[in-house]
């Protein structure tokens, strides 16, 4: 099993900001804030996502079997979910899906019409190996903590439980069919978390403000 590493807030800035211009942005912006996984990312068709109501749908995961891609269902029955995305990423996809038709213009009769929401230069679909190695190089070139692709999720996880989403919602987002199993294998706590549970004896008896000294 290999160690679970998240980023900090500032590491997700970071990373996002310098990936702008990088053609596959809105998947690292959708892997951090919808915590989709690998294959489900590579997967996803435009057909699945829903601008105007700021959905996207978990349909389909693409593997590569032996070096063939192949369209596989997803990993559990929990795995099939639709989540709620910001309006931000509303924005970062929409920007990305005028990006793609702008590639499309230029490839003229060599561009393949997949319906693949992410996509190699000539609309062919991505081998997640290449996925892979399309993020490290990003990491790698942003200067923050190189953490696998698949610790998005964890980072994705991590971030919500700080901000105070519920942990049942975090679980439905990511696909899991179990609670406990988010808490105990998706999120790990930041320092600033743990030293606000700090709980000190003034904790137990609180002043009453309300009377004198």
């Not at 924005?91 to 990006?99: D, Y």
């Not at 942003?142 to 980072?155: E, M, S, Y």
């Not at 987002?173 to 706590?189: D, I, Q, S």
């Amino acid at each position: 099993t290999k160690k679970m590493e998240v980023w900090t807030p500032k590491d997700a800035v970071q990373f996002l900001d310098f990936a702008q211009q990088d053609r596959l942005h809105a998947a690292w912006y959708l892997a951090l804030f919808g915590g989709l996984r690998r294959g489900e990312l590579v997967g996803l068709r435009w057909q699945d996502v829903n601008l105007e109501q700021a959905q996207v749908t978990v349909n389909q995961t693409l593997v590569a079997v032996k070096g063939k891609l192949e369209v596989s269902e997803p990993k559990t029955e929990s795995s099939k979910r639709t989540i709620s995305i910001s309006l931000d990423t509303v924005a970062v996809l929409q920007a990305h899906l005028e990006r793609q038709n702008l590639e499309r213009e230029r490839c003229g009769e060599i561009w393949h019409t997949t319906g693949y929401v992410f996509t190699t230069n000539i609309g062919t679909p991505i081998n997640p190996a290449n996925f892979g190695h399309a993020y490290k190089r990003v990491v790698r070139a942003a200067g923050v903590p190189d953490i696998r692709l698949h610790d998005l999720r964890h980072t994705s996880a991590s971030l919500a439980i700080k901000r105070g989403d519920s942990p049942k919602v975090v679980s439905e987002r990511l696909g899991h069919n179990n609670v406990a199993f988010t808490l105990n294998n998706y999120v790990k706590t930041y320092g600033s978390q743990r030293r606000e549970a700090a709980l000190g004896i003034a904790d137990l008896f609180p002043r009453d403000t309300s009377q004198p000294n």
